[in-house]
């Protein structure tokens, strides 16, 4: 029996399954919900020891522990390493969601839920094309899983577990679904993720909140200082002006910029979508572009002073904001952290201390598009969808695609199924019916022709 037509009998079973998982609110970010992250890690093992893995364990970090579940058939025929993770980010606000975040629905063809599509969605398609292979003899090489549950804060501690376990998840190839594809008649392969340094900043001006009638005008507001500091590192042209910023950065030729602006993109329906009259961004560069291929710098948010009802007339004492820089593939994230810490107190006024603090980083990554990694995508969505996939860059991050290079010495394959409208990180995050059930019909073909082709 082929996929689709598994798939086609167990389409039910698929989604309650998924379900049961996404019911858990394993909220990594959130020390609240450190039992739900626990239970959603035991959920999937105990799936993936259901669809016949062996050595099915959770093996221990100085977090979240990793999902580990293997299927060796053969030593002497390729390895698959799928990456994946369990954690998802908070729902808040949870008021802004249509229906709540930890009871999936489905609704208009799609299933939602936080982690519907990042990343627990995407996860379980392999649980269950994994199932498929074992019960049809269709298991065509061996196949080892790591699902973390730390992706959403930065996989800390996953650069020591690969080097910890390397003989253990030695393999050919990693595997991933945890991006986007361009539209559901639009597949593509991603070649490209942006890296990422993540701060929180703290402003500070006098010792303690202050009377803002006997002190307003005299004494620094940290929160305007810290607007205007913020506001000061991109320039008219929304150039990052943090000297040596670009430094790094890779410029790509008029032909390779006209070969990406070939993907599908219609400004007028993204700007629709998205509810806005325009769009913002650098000088000299489409919107595609000044999401993938460029780097960025976004203040994710800010507080400071009095926010309760009705007025009170403080001049407060400190101001904070959490900054994060998408960064390209060359640039090094430890090296912008500082870059972006020196000049954060250099532009400090005198009137103010500041604090900065690095809370998380990773690199970006470009995948080269002539690997078997890629081959073998390419090829497996060409089968299911009916068209060859595009090669696409993405403007997300994936910290640990990068360690798998430099630990493991293995190419990636990012072979996702979502869609960059599912609303991912945002209240009413969905994944639709199609995706799942294509992104089950369309993995085993990946291990078929990736198998074939390490043949050769
Ligand atoms: N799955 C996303 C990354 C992603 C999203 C890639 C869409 C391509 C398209 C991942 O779970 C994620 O959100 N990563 C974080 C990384 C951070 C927490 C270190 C991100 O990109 O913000
Ligand atoms: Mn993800
Ligand atoms: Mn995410």
Not at 63 to 76: L, Q, T
Not at 253 to 262: G, H, I, L, V, Y
Request: glycine share 8%; hydrophobic share 40%.
């Amino acid at each position: 029996m082929d996929s689709l037509t598994y798939v086609n009998q167990n389409k039910q079973r698929f989604l309650d399954e998924l379900f049961g998982w996404l019911l858990i609110p394993s909220v990594s970010a959130d020390p609240k919900f450190n039992e739900d992250v626990f239970e959603a890690a035991e959920y999937v093992k105990k799936k993936f020891e259901e669809a016949g893995a062996e050595n099915c364990e959770l093996i221990p970090t100085d977090g979240f522990p990793v999902v580990y579940a293997e299927k060796i058939v053969d030593p002497s025929k390729p390895t698959i390493l799928m990456y994946g993770h369990y954690d998802v980010q908070p729902a808040d606000p949870y008021e802004l969601w249509e229906t709540p975040p930890f009871e999936p629905v489905v609704r208009n063809e799609n299933i939602y839920a936080r982690g519907s599509c990042d990343d627990k969605g995407q996860v379980y398609m392999h649980v269950k094309a994994f199932e498929y292979m074992m019960k049809n003899d269709a298991l065509p090489c061996n196949v080892k899983f790591i699902i973390e549950g730390e992706e959403e804060i930065g996989s800390k501690h996953l650069d020591d577990f690969l080097r910890k376990h390397k003989d253990k998840l030695k393999a050919d190839v990693v595997l991933v679904s945890d991006t986007s594809m361009i539209a559901n008649d639009c597949p593509s392969v991603t070649i490209g993720l942006r890296g990422l340094s993540y701060m929180e900043v703290e402003v500070v001006a006098a010792n303690r909140d202050l009377h803002s009638g006997t002190y307003g005008g005299a004494v620094a507001n940290p929160i305007q200082v810290l607007a205007r500091m913020i506001s000061s590192m991109k320039d008219e042209n929304n150039h990052i002006t943090i000297p040596g910023f670009y430094d790094d950065v890779v410029e790509y030729s008029k032909e390779q910029r006209d070969e990406m602006a070939k993907r599908p993109f219609n400004l007028d329906a993204y700007k629709k979508e998205l509810g806005i009259e325009d769009v913002e961004g650098e000088a000299g560069y489409s919107s595609l572009e000044r999401a993938t291929i460029r780097p960025t710098l976004e203040c994710n948010g800010m507080w400071g002073g009095y926010i309760g009802a009705g007025a009170k007339t403080v001049l407060p004492s400190k101001a904070n904001a959490k900054i994060s820089l998408r960064l390209v593939a060359n640039q090094s994230s430890a090296k912008m952290s500082v870059l972006f810490q020196k000049h954060f107190e250099k532009i400090a006024p005198k009137s103010v201390k500041v604090k900065v603090s690095v809370l998380s980083g990773g690199e970006g990554v470009i995948t080269p598009m002539n690997s078997t990694a890629y081959e073998a995508a390419s090829m497996a969505m060409e089968k299911t969808f009916g068209k060859k996939p595009i090669p696409s860059m993405e403007g997300g991050s994936i910290p640990v695609v990068a360690a798998f290079e430099k630990i493991l010495g293995l190419k990636t394959a990012l072979m996702g199924f979502g869609l960059d409208t599912d609303a991912l990180h945002s209240p009413n995050e969905h994944f639709g019916l199609f995706n799942y059930y294509k992104g089950i019909e369309t993995i085993p073909y990946f291990f078929q022709y990736f198998t074939e082709l390490s043949k050769k």
